[in-house]
C-alpha cells in the first residue's frame, strides 16, 4: 500500500515550452501533497504545498506563476512549470500524506528528471 | 525560517565499520523522520520518532531523539554494501504547518567491501 506515482518519469523539453507534471496517490487519499527538487547530491527543496481544493502554498523564492499548481482531487496533483528554462532541469519529486492516517508520513513518487535544452 | 542542519555530508567506510549521522534543527520539532535514498531512486521512509529522548531500533539501525527535540541521529552497526546511498533527516516543526517536512543536507554513505 502507499504508493504513489508520477507521470512522466523523465521528460525532455525546449527552452520556452511548459512540462506537466502528475502525481497521484494510488491507493490513499491524499488532502495534502508536496513538490520538492532535487540538483544533483543536493537534498530536497520544498517548492510548494499542494491542498485539495484550495491554493498551493509556495516557499519563499519559489514563483507561483511560473510552477502552477493544481490539486483538483484526492489522488491528483499536478506541476506545471511555464516557459521553462535550462536553470529549472532538475529531478522533481512529489510526496503525499495518507489523509486517513494519523501520522504524517510522506510518500514519495518516484520523480520526474526533466531537462531543458 | 526552519533551518536542519546535517553532518556529515560524505561519510565513506569499510564495510563491517559502524557509520553515524547526526541532524540538528534550529528550532523544537514535533516529529523527526528519516529517509533513505539510493542512487538514481527517490527517498524511503525509514522511521518517525515523536517523543523527546526516544530510541528506536531497526535491525542494525538505531535511531534516537533528543531530549529537547531539536536534534537527532542514525547510527548503523557493521555496515553493509546494501546501506549505501544518502540518509536524510526531516524535521516537521512544533508549530503546525500542516506536515510540512524540513530537509536536512543529507550524509551520502559509500560502503567498501
Known amino acids: 500500500g502507499a504508493v504513489v506515482s508520477q507521470h512522466p518519469s523523465w521528460v525532455i523539453c525546449k527552452s520556452g515550452t511548459s512540462v506537466k507534471i502528475e502525481c497521484r496517490s494510488l491507493?490513499?487519499?491524499?488532502?495534502?501533497m508536496f513538490w520538492y527538487r532535487q540538483f544533483p547530491k543536493q537534498s530536497l527543496m520544498l517548492m510548494a504545498t499542494s491542498n485539495e481544493g484550495s491554493k498551493a502554498t509556495y516557499e519563499q523564492g519559489v514563483e507561483k506563476d511560473k510552477f502552477l499548481i493544481n490539486h483538483a482531487s484526492l489522488t491528483l496533483s499536478t506541476l506545471t512549470v511555464t516557459s521553462a528554462h535550462p536553470e529549472d532541469s532538475s529531478f522533481y519529486i512529489c510526496?503525499?500524506?495518507?489523509?486517513?492516517?494519523?501520522?504524517?508520513?510522506?510518500?514519495f513518487g518516484p520523480g520526474t528528471r526533466l531537462t531543458v535544452t | 525560517g526552519q533551518q536542519v542542519m546535517q553532518i556529515p555530508q560524505y561519510q565513506h567506510v569499510q564495510e563491517g565499520e559502524d557509520f553515524t549521522t547526526y541532524c540538528n534543527s534550529s528550532t523544537t520539532l514535533s516529529n523527526i523522520q528519516w529517509y533513505k535514498q539510493r542512487p538514481g531512486g527517490h527517498p524511503v521512509f525509514l522511521i518517525q520518532?515523536?517523543?523527546?529522548?526516544e530510541v528506536k531500533k531497526q535491525k542494525r539501525l538505531t535511531f534516537q531523539f533528543g531530549e529537547a527535540k531539536k536534534n537527532s541521529s542514525l547510527h548503523i552497526t557493521a555496515t553493509q554494501t546494501t546501506d549505501v546511498g544518502t540518509y536524510f533527516c526531516a524535521g516537521s516543526s512544533a508549530y503546525n504547518q500542516g506536515g510540512k517536512l524540513i530537509f536536512g543536507q543529507g550524509t551520502e554513505l559509500s560502503v567498501k567491501p
Open positions: 510526496s503525499a500524506i495518507n489523509s486517513g492516517r494519523a501520522r504524517n508520513e510522506q510518500y
Open positions: 491507493d490513499f487519499q491524499a488532502t495534502t
Open positions: 520518532l515523536v517523543k523527546s529522548g
